[in-house]
T-cell receptor
Framework: GEEVAQTPKHLVRGEGQKAKLYCAPI?????VFWYQQVLKNEFKFLIS????????ETGMPKERFSAKCLPNSPCSLEIQATKLEDSAVYFC??????????FGPGTRLTVT | DQQVKQNSPSLSVQEGRISILNCDYT??????FLWYKKYPAEGPTFLIS?????DKNEDGRFTVFLNKSAKHLSLHIVPSQPGDSAVYFC?????????????FGKGTKLSVKP
């Protein structure tokens, strides 16, 4: 597609439950990025992929967070055993090269 | 340690006038800079970018200026329109080239009054 698609738009989970977020990048884009927006306007980089391979995971919390980009499937970001501090808006972005990135509308995760 | 700084949380401008949004960075290894616009409950929208080998890039009403010696860039919007009211984020590409994730400032909320 011509836009980055993210589902669901909103997700509510009780503390300790699993959360799974999905992202379909723009067709033809090789790179996918996940960012977490917390505390008003702060964006935190989580992980990036080049096609189905992890490109950079330096921002990814080692515990509880995992991500995949498999061929012919949306990319996914999974949080095992969610905590209150995971409440945030999660944005996916895609790019053809490692410069301009195009963002999806985000998934708002609320952990109660 | 914040590597990209937008020191003005908000800016108010009259319709038709110029809006100037500022951004400073600390890492001289950044080699590409971008501006994004964000409306509430939407994802950031790419506006304009500039490479560190240039000092100006223009696209319609939007112009970005880069002053490498001062580690400063600015976004000019002329003329400003009410629809430009949004939060504007400055971003830089992380040094190292092979990583590519954006380092964002905290944004400036622009209000354009009719």
């Amino acid at each position: 597609g011509e836009e980055v698609a993210q589902t669901p738009k909103h997700l509510v989970r009780g503390e300790g439950q699993k959360a799974k977020l999905y992202c379909a990048p723009i067709k033809g884009h090789s790179y996918v990025f996940w960012y977490q927006q917390v505390l008003k306007n702060e964006f935190k980089f989580l992980i990036s992929f080049q096609n189905e391979n992890v490109f950079d995971e330096t921002g990814m919390p080692k515990e509880r967070f995992s991500a995949k980009c498999l061929p012919n499937s949306p990319c996914s970001l999974e949080i095992q055993a969610t905590k209150l501090e995971d409440s945030a808006v999660y944005f996916c972005a895609s790019s053809q090269w490692l410069y301009e990135q195009y963002f999806g509308p985000g998934t708002r995760l609320t952990v109660t | 340690d914040q590597q990209v700084k937008q020191n003005s949380p908000s800016l108010s401008v009259q319709e038709g006038r110029i809006s100037i949004l500022n951004c400073d960075y600390t890492n001289s290894m950044f080699d590409y800079f971008l501006w994004y616009k964000k409306y509430p409950a939407e994802g950031p929208t790419f506006l304009i970018s500039i490479s560190s080998i240039k000092d100006k890039n223009e696209d319609g009403r939007f112009t970005v200026f880069l002053n490498k010696s001062a580690k400063h860039l600015s976004l000019h919007i002329v003329p400003s329109q009410p629809g430009d009211s949004a939060v504007y984020f400055c971003a830089a590409i992380r040094p190292g080239g092979s990583q590519g994730n954006l380092i964002f400032g905290k944004g400036t909320k622009l209000s354009v009054k009719p």
